[in-house]
């Protein structure tokens, strides 16, 4: 629901980008490109992701698939690793299969406008206008978590902004401020200054009004309802999930397991899981080794959706590594440990019980 009935459409997109220009970001290694496959890794590891965080993987990813070929080229085991932390691994996948659709459907370039990006795999609207802006300047409104924040408060939108009639009312909105503006407009300014503005003044628990280049005509400001817009969620209670995981450490091998897709974990390398302590014994008895795992102290793993409470237990052999209980099973060696696609609770097990050399 639009709570402010004479928004201020106005000049709105000319004080964001001139603002953009003088306070926003300008440092960050994807802005200064318009290679299209760039932009569009940034965008799709900045998805529910830190800044801080994706430039790090964003610098690796490159060094190992350069373009959009030697991406397509390699095998998703080949991938994983490069994304091994950073979460919601089904965008990893996306970005895989989307490499090698565009190899196979469009010879091998980046579509050119918004709406053919948007056909292809794990790309919506919004991320599809960011990608066009960024490399094209095409002309287009996004909707992205920090967007949607300026946009309800300042404009005076109420409601869940994940529901269907508040996120049409959003979108109304951020076509009418294009609509408005000048042909002149700087859309790469334009778009990274409404980036810009939700992650460094207009924040989800402390917005800095007093730095805001638009609190002179916000409806959020005026009627100091920052804190109550977005609409919040009502909170449900996270589901809570266990399971063990077993270290078998045979050799100077530790054996993992790869994970189904889709799935939280899909494509990534885990430690086995198992329901019951009974499981993992048996599974100790069906490697050969006998019923000698031992127990370790346990950890909470928050998703999303849930929170996984985790058992590891630790069994050791020092012969060779024994067989596997399962095709998706492969005994890897320590020194490899590095280089594979694990899950970041994985990580954190296994960097205890075998910290990396000084």
Same mark, same amino acid.
């Given at each position: 629901?639009?709570?402010?009935?004479?928004?201020?459409?106005?000049?709105?997109?000319?004080?964001?980008?001139?603002?953009?220009?003088?306070?926003?970001?300008?440092?960050?290694?994807?802005?200064?490109?318009?290679?299209?496959?760039?932009?569009?890794?940034?965008?799709?590891?900045?998805?529910?992701?830190?800044?801080?965080?994706?430039?790090?993987?964003?610098?690796?990813?490159?060094?190992?698939?350069?373009?959009?070929?030697?991406?397509?080229?390699?095998?998703?085991?080949?991938?994983?690793?490069?994304?091994?932390?950073?979460?919601?691994?089904?965008?990893?996948r996306n970005l895989h299969r989307c490499a090698q659709v565009i190899c196979a459907d469009w010879g091998g370039r980046f579509p050119g406008n918004a709406d053919d990006i948007a056909?292809?795999?794990?790309?919506?609207?919004?991320?599809?206008?960011?990608?066009?802006?960024?490399?094209?300047?095409?002309?287009?409104?996004?909707?992205?978590?920090?967007?949607?924040?300026?946009?309800t408060r300042y404009f005076g939108i109420e409601g869940i902004t994940s529901e269907r009639a508040t996120e049409q009312a959003l979108w109304r909105t951020a076509e009418a401020v294009?609509?408005?503006?000048?042909?002149?407009?700087?859309?790469?300014?334009?778009?990274?200054?409404?980036?810009?503005?939700?992650?460094?003044?207009?924040?989800?628990?402390?917005?800095?009004?007093?730095?805001?280049?638009?609190?002179? !005509?916000?409806? +959020?400001? #005026?009627?100091?309802?920052?804190?109550? $817009? =977005?609409? %919040?969620? *009502? &909170?449900?209670?996270?589901?809570?999930?266990?399971?063990?995981?077993?270290?078998?450490?045979?050799?100077?091998?530790?054996?993992?397991?790869?994970?189904?897709?889709?799935?939280?974990?899909?494509?990534?390398?885990?430690?086995?899981?198992?329901?019951?302590?009974?499981?993992?014994?048996?599974?100790?008895?069906?490697?050969?080794?006998?019923?000698?795992?031992?127990?370790?102290a346990g950890l909470l793993h928050v998703f999303t959706h849930f929170k996984l409470h985790i058992e590891p237990w630790y069994m050791r052999c020092d012969e060779a590594p024994l067989?596997?209980?399962?095709?998706?099973? !492969?005994?890897? +060696?320590? #020194?490899?440990?590095?280089?594979?696609? $694990? =899950?970041? %609770?994985? *990580? &954190?097990?296994?960097?205890?019980?075998?910290?990396?050399?000084?």
């Amino acid at each position: 629901m639009l709570l402010n009935k004479t928004p201020q459409i106005a000049g709105f997109a000319g004080t964001i980008t001139a603002w953009q220009k003088q306070h926003g970001r300008h440092h960050l290694p994807w802005q200064d490109t318009r290679d299209p496959y760039r932009i569009w890794l940034s965008e799709i590891m900045l998805q529910q992701t830190q800044v801080a965080t994706v430039i790090g993987y964003y610098q690796r990813f490159l060094s190992r698939f350069p373009d959009i070929a030697s991406l397509a080229a390699a095998s998703q085991d080949e991938v994983m690793p490069y994304w091994a932390g950073l979460g919601y691994y089904a965008r990893a996948r996306n970005l895989h299969r989307c490499a090698q659709v565009i190899c196979a459907d469009w010879g091998g370039r980046f579509p050119g406008n918004a709406d053919d990006i948007a056909t292809l795999p794990g790309i919506g609207r919004s991320t599809a206008a960011a990608i066009a802006a960024f490399a094209y300047g095409e002309r287009g409104p996004i909707m992205d978590g920090n967007v949607k924040r300026v946009f309800t408060r300042y404009f005076g939108i109420e409601g869940i902004t994940s529901e269907r009639a508040t996120e049409q009312a959003l979108w109304r909105t951020a076509e009418a401020v294009l609509d408005a503006a000048p042909d002149s407009l700087d859309m790469v300014a334009y778009t990274q200054g409404l980036m810009d503005l939700g992650s460094q003044c207009c924040t989800r628990s402390r917005p800095d009004c007093l730095l805001c280049p638009l609190q002179d !005509r916000c409806y +959020a400001r #005026a009627h100091g309802r920052q804190h109550e $817009l =977005p609409t %919040p969620r *009502k &909170k449900k209670a996270s589901p809570e999930r266990h399971c063990r995981m077993l270290v078998a450490h045979c050799g100077g091998h530790i054996l993992l397991e790869q994970q189904a897709s889709p799935g939280i974990w899909g494509g990534l390398w885990s430690l086995p899981l198992y329901d019951s302590d009974e499981d993992v014994q048996h599974a100790c008895r069906r490697l050969g080794a006998g019923p000698a795992a031992q127990k370790m102290a346990g950890l909470l793993h928050v998703f999303t959706h849930f929170k996984l409470h985790i058992e590891p237990w630790y069994m050791r052999c020092d012969e060779a590594p024994l067989t596997e209980t399962s095709p998706a099973q !492969r005994w890897i +060696a320590l #020194a490899d440990l590095p280089a594979t696609a $694990l =899950p970041a %609770p994985v *990580k &954190k097990i296994l960097a205890g019980l075998f910290p990396a050399p000084d």
